[in-house]
């Protein structure tokens, strides 16, 4: 069966910029193919099919506009996805909160095996991809006409995000069938970075015994740092540290620059969200722990005593 050539990223962005999983997502596709169109699907929206035109290796930006848009609906956004697959071969999605609602959707609706979390691409229908946690890198192959993707995005580097010039080309918005409806939404505002794109993390486990305790012994570091904050599940769990700031496999994806992972025993399912970290540091008074393992620097104290010092000597 001959595979179109044409592939498709389907962009992340807050309809007035592209978000940055989305850069990361394209230089995955540029490794697929040569001819690489992304679709910006929002609700007044040209200030992100603009910022989508100046990416680097894209030849195309499709941009559908319309009030269903507006908040990523699942429904919608495959639908409109779905308008188009005809003419891809590959279509990609950053494997995010997001790209992973709309992906499902669009390979059960063409009948093909979705490829997920894909961290290299070794030819237009072989891909690696980690399995058990991470503890195992899968190459699996497609035959498929199309190819589903999910991009793990800590497994490529992001394109740059200036330099292209696409043309933009207006899309008849597919119409809303009512499927699902945007009810409301509750933000955690934040000065610091976002988890997924900081280039420094400081993270925090369950050995830090409380909400409070963490608080008080993280904030002040992250502060220090220019930081994003993360936590164990066992800590969130336990009620120190909201959802969003769990790393792991049912948490986030991260690899940033530098990661310091503070009363963190380093559970298969953490590991498996930070280990791709350019720099480990592990601080825990267990010489056991299983995130010295991973860890280019390990520190055996007491966290109380140790994160303190550390701040002093920054």
Known sequence: MTTNANILVVAEHDHQSIRPATLNTVTAALACGANVHVLV?????????????????????????????????????????????????HILFAATAGGKNIAPRVAARLDVAQISDVTRVESPDTFERPIYAGNAMATVKSLDAVKVITVRTTGFDPAAAS???????????????????????EIAKSDRPELTAAKVIVSGGRALGSAEKFNEVMIPLADKLGAAIGASRAAVDAGYAPNDWQVGQTGKIVAPQLYIAAGISGAIQHLAGMKDSKVI???????????????????EADLFEAVPELIKAL
Do not use: T
């Open 41 to 89: 699907a929002g609700h007044q929206c040209a200030a992100a099919a603009a910022a989508a035109a100046q990416i680097a290796g894209v030849s195309q930006v499709l941009h559908a506009d319309a009030p269903a848009f507006e908040h990523g609906l699942a429904e919608p956004m495959a639908e409109q996805v779905l308008a188009l697959a005809e003419g891809y071969g």
């Open 163 to 185: 330099g292209g010039a696409a043309a933009v080309k207006v899309l008849q918005a597919v119409a809303d069938d009512g499927a699902s409806r945007f009810v409301g939404s």
């Open 281 to 299: 540091v592990a601080i825990n008074k267990d010489p056991e722990a299983p995130i010295f393992s991973v860890a280019d620097y390990g520190l």
